[in-house]
């Protein structure tokens, strides 16, 4: 990672030294360092080099020996934002998110972004808990959020906060109250239940070894019946406290006249049971304790493997906190800036949004010209050029220069807003899809239990009452054994765990099922196909330069810039880029700067046209996924340079092999038709369509479901949530919005396109694995069943048929492991 | 064989602590992270350039500091 002053003096042109900080490229000619451990370190910003010495300055720099990913770069802090940060000290505020503990000790829950290895944690624990009147702070390393207590006389909530932030992390204090707190809950809860089923069903199984034993040696009586009391007070709380959810959800199917996969658990585990204590109670008879334990365990552990990946999946409020900014400057008729909360925005409100500041709410700009970057919003790729009158769209980024805007809409009638809406009634109507598997399941179901009142009838007629009932639980227990339960779920967390090893992580249960059956496969464009920034792709240099200094010079020019095309140029211009005097942006047509005497720019033809003396030509080979950029100075034009928003690695592979696997695959983007057309064309992608709002794509992916397709949907932004939500089975990018990780029933947190065919062969293999152990439970079953009706299984023989079964399926669902 | 009435609900009971405990590790937030402490447990904490311990390793010199 170091660089010596040697190598670096062997090759001074153009060598690639990445920043000990954050691991990107450090543009030659700059000077910033970090002493470190004793050694200078190359810096690519300032904002790294004030962080690095943060680090050290606080004792912590064995961070940079501990950690295992890069840092993320650095920004700038502003002292607006520092100032913007006291506004949570304020009590009106904090109301919100801070809980007084007593008289002095506050609390508060973050949510910490910038976290990317375990060190990250060791970093902010330390550095944060040393901050005087700290009196707790913990970061939790699964869900990036923390939390801080603090002593109110000592230090202020603003002080921690930017404390985090000279360390090089951001830090939003949230609400915990809502979504987290309920899935706490709920986690507890779940936890709890299988705590008294797992240590319930190993006491009960240790006692049942001493009765099957026994029954097979001949015992004492009085032991028996104190083994089988004992085993009763063990059972009763895993009957009713851990297996509860399965009685509430059977109810609840009873309730709406369906027979779910709940129904006849809770009946075996009601049914067993009751006739358990029955014949404990008389001291006759068979006990079922074991059974009906080990059946609440097994089942209790799918559920929570199942729920403890729904709740990684993000949330939706804390994309929102995320999306919108917390404060706002508000200017009042005199020119006046306050800092105020974005909720206190009122329309009519004049508004100031700098460069690189997220735009609060609705409205229009008033004054000033910069572009806008609404990729997350509409999948556009390149930013917007707007001025005075233009819309502008709340969790839009201003890039260029200073807008100042007028509020138009706040809260519920932002676009932003609607788009959450949409979402919110397209994940209300996923279940009434799910409810198919269910419909399946309900036929088994009914017939399972026609056949047990088929059997008791028969032997009650032709026997007596206790003979017929004894018979039916022996048929209930046996055809409902572990095999059936577990024939999915241990399929599903087997494949689920192999396909989180190989970066893709599964967040719904019946996500895999689903995959394997889809039959249609719907792109989106920008950030999901595309890396969602251009690129350079081609330079072509008219005079006698070289394409890499012209590519030096339009960096040099483009130097600090956060347009997306200056840092296009930048990436690709890498080190050795000169210094400029007098430089100056005009905002949409591109900048100019003086080097050794000469006036250049670079930019929109027009305007690098308007210092030539002679006009510059039009490109007229034009094609539409590309921008061209212009770099000159008074004596004429430089060079071109071609951007375009790249296509990731493997696509064009990715969609032919999905092709060869029977899918019909489509690109639906709210990007320009043309260039998307252009995309589709590369890829081989029959049907594409362009300029599609988020309520369009929804349309789209209904009338295909109406067509009878099982649609999978991949995409990455907030306009693709609703889209994601609506279709039978959602896939997000890594590094996509969380509003749309918290919608998708996977996420491809590798970013690798190939993961999706991975993803799809896994699905189907999943499914056949599902099938085999279906058709060996459903085998056994039907063997099982005819010889307990006929009341010829005796307890051991149905214990050692029923493990062997379950052990068989587990067996076979671990296959699954090795990919 | 009657130790059994004996030994049998001494088991029970130790299932008994065995619950309290798991669910006492649950509200404490034990389960909370369970990447975290992992990683936690092999991060120095003892520094002496940590400023915190600066005053009780004061004679002990960095090594590359």
Redesign the interface.
């Known amino acids: 990672m170091s660089m010596t002053a040697e190598s670096r003096a062997s090759d001074a042109t153009r060598i690639d030294i990445s920043c000990f900080h954050c691991g990107l490229p450090v543009v030659t000619g700059t000077t910033y360092t970090a002493v470190i451990?004793?050694q200078q370190q190359p810096m690519c910003c300032h904002g790294c080099a004030a962080v690095a010495e943060a680090i050290v300055a606080?004792?912590?720099?064995?961070f940079y020996q501990?950690r295992t990913a890069p840092s993320r770069r650095a920004e700038d802090l502003i002292p607006e934002q520092l100032r913007g940060l006291e506004l949570y000290d304020r009590g009106d505020l904090q109301q919100s998110f801070v809980r007084q503990e007593d008289e002095h000790v506050r609390e508060a829950a973050l949510i910490l972004e910038g976290i990317v290895c375990?060190?990250c944690?060791?970093l902010n624990e330390?550095h944060v808990n040393?901050l005087p009147g700290v009196l707790e702070f913990r970061?939790?390393?699964?869900?990036h959020r923390a939390r801080v207590r603090w002593d109110e006389r000592q230090t202020k909530l603003s002080t921690i906060l930017a404390a985090i932030a000279a360390i090089g992390y951001i830090a939003h204090p949230f609400d915990p109250s809502r979504q987290e707190s309920l899935q706490?809950r709920e986690?507890?809860v779940a936890?709890?239940r299988l705590?008294?089923a797992g240590?319930g069903s190993m006491?009960v199984m240790m006692l049942a070894v001493g009765l099957y034993v026994g029954e097979a040696q001949g015992m004492?009586e009085w032991?028996r019946q104190?083994?089988r009391w004992?085993s009763l007070?063990?059972a009763a709380p895993v009957v009713a406290y851990a297996a509860q959810p399965f009685f509430t959800a059977a109810t609840r199917d009873l309730r709406r006249h369906q027979l779910g996969m709940d129904v006849p658990v809770a009946l075996a585990v009601l049914a067993a049971f009751a006739a358990s204590v029955w014949h404990t109670w008389r001291g006759d008879g068979e006990v079922y304790y074991d059974s009906v334990t080990m059946f609440v365990f097994f089942l209790l552990t799918g559920r929570f493997l199942e729920m403890a990946a729904r709740h990684r999946a993000g949330q939706i409020s804390e994309a929102l906190v995320r999306m919108l900014p917390a404060t706002a400057i508000r200017l009042d008729a005199g020119g006046t800036e306050t800092v105020v909360p974005s909720a206190e925005l009122a329309p009519g409100d004049r508004v100031l949004v700098r460069p690189g500041d997220t735009i609060p709410a609705d409205g229009r700009v008033e004054e000033g010209a910069s572009s806008v970057d609404e990729s997350l919003l509409t999948g556009e790729s390149l930013p917007l050029p707007r001025q005075a009158g233009d819309a502008l769209i709340g969790g839009s980024v201003n890039i260029e220069s200073p807008l100042v805007m007028c509020i138009d809409k706040v809260g519920a009638e932002t676009v932003l807003s609607a788009i959450v809406r949409l979402l919110d009634r397209a994940q209300g109507e996923k279940p009434r899809l799910a409810l198919l598997t269910d419909r399946i399941a309900a036929h088994f179901v009914a017939a399972l239990l026609l056949v047990s009142v088929l059997v008791f009838l028969a032997w009650w007629y032709w026997a007596n009452f206790d003979t017929a009932f004894r018979i039916t639980l022996a048929v209930l227990v046996v055809t409902c054994p572990c095999a059936l339960s577990l024939a999915t779920p241990t399929a599903m967390v087997a494949a689920t765990g192999a396909l989180t090893r190989q970066g893709i992580l599964t967040t719904r249960g019946h996500a895999l099922e689903t995959l394997a059956q889809v039959t249609h496969i719907i792109f989106d464009k920008t950030g999901t196909l595309s890396y969602g920034r251009p690129q350079v792709v081609a330079v072509e240099a008219v005079a006698d330069l070289e394409p890499r200094q012209c590519l030096a010079l339009a960096a040099a020019l483009e130097r600090g810039s956060e347009h997306p095309v200056g840092r296009a140029l930048m990436a690709a211009a890498g080190a050795g880029v000169p210094l400029v005097s007098e430089w100056r942006n005009t905002p949409g047509s591109g900048v100019e700067g003086w080097l050794d005497g000469r006036c250049y720019r670079v930019g929109r033809p027009t305007f690098v046209a308007a210092l030539c003396p002679e006009a510059i030509a039009l490109r007229d080979d034009l094609d539409a996924a590309s921008t061209w950029v212009a770099l000159g100075d008074e004596r004429g034009l430089l060079a071109w340079f071609q951007l375009s928003d790249a296509l990731r690695p493997g696509a064009a592979d990715m969609v032919a092999a999905l092709q060869a696997r029977g899918l019909q695959v489509e690109l639906l983007s709210g990007d320009r038709p043309e260039v998307v057309a252009h995309v589709a064309a590369e890829l081989a992608i029959p049907t594409a369509m362009g300029g599609l709002s988020p309520q369009d794509k929804l349309e789209r992916v209904r009338v295909l479901q109406q067509q009878g397709a099982v649609v999978a949907m991949v995409g990455d932004g907030v306009n693709d949530a609703p889209v994601l939500a609506a279709a039978q089975i959602s896939l997000a990018m890594g590094s996509g919005t969380q509003l749309a990780h918290a919608t998708a029933d996977m996420i491809l947190l590798s970013e690798r396109l190939e993961q999706v065919v991975r993803g799809v062969d896994m699905a189907r293999r999943t499914l056949v694995i599902m099938r085999e152990n279906f058709a060996w439970a459903i085998g056994y079953n039907l063997i099982a069943l005819p010889l307990a009706a006929g009341g010829w299984l005796t307890p051991w023989m149905s214990a050692i048929g029923m493990s062997f079964s379950s052990l068989l399926v587990v067996v076979n669902a671990l296959r699954l492991r090795q990919s | 064989m009657r130790i059994l009435y004996l030994l049998i609900p001494m088991a029970l009971g130790v299932v008994g602590v065995a619950l309290w405990g798991f669910i006492w590790a649950v509200r404490s937030g034990q389960f909370d992270d369970l990447e975290g402490p992992a990683h936690r447990i092999l991060m120095d904490d003892d520094d002496p350039r940590i400023p915190r311990y600066r005053d009780r390793a004061d004679d002990d010199k960095p090594l590359n500091g």
Request: aromatic residues 8%; glycine residues 6%; proline residues 0%.
């Open positions: 451990n004793g606080a004792g912590l720099s064995d501990h375990a060190a944690v060791w330390h040393a970061v939790n390393y699964s869900t706490k986690r507890a936890l709890r705590a008294v240590l006491q004492e032991i104190f083994l004992i007070v063990l």
